[in-house]
């Protein structure tokens, strides 16, 4: 990626932040307006979230699941990207699971990466 779409994508960034509410980022939700879609800045923005997710370790994602006693399946031959489509899925109908996720980015407690914790607190809806 270039320079300058970097750029064009952060400016894109920050106007989003600026029209959220002035919250803590771990309490802060984004989402696209109701009825409308994303634009093409907001998509390639969460593109590249997702991305940067989908290269984390399969063990290290089948470690941030036992750490957060979720019970998801863990199988041998689940990918990195699996695990992240069975994480996603199963916090979208566990919102209590959900918020304690968010409490846990916030109070940056629990042994999974700072990194790993932020990522998929931005990634998913309250």
Known sequence: MKAHKVAELLNQL????R???NEEIGLLRIEGKKGTELS????ALNISTLLALSKIKKNTWAEFVKDNNWLI??????SSRNLIGKILKY?????????????????RSGRASKELLNALSSLLDK
């Open 14 to 17: 920050a106007r989003i932040l």
């Open 19 to 21: 029209e959220a509410p």
């Open 40 to 43: 093409k800045d907001e998509i």
């Open 73 to 78: 399946e863990v199988k041998n031959r689940d």
């Open 91 to 107: 916090l979208e109908t566990h919102p209590d699971d959900l918020k304690n996720l968010q409490r846990k980015t916030r109070e």
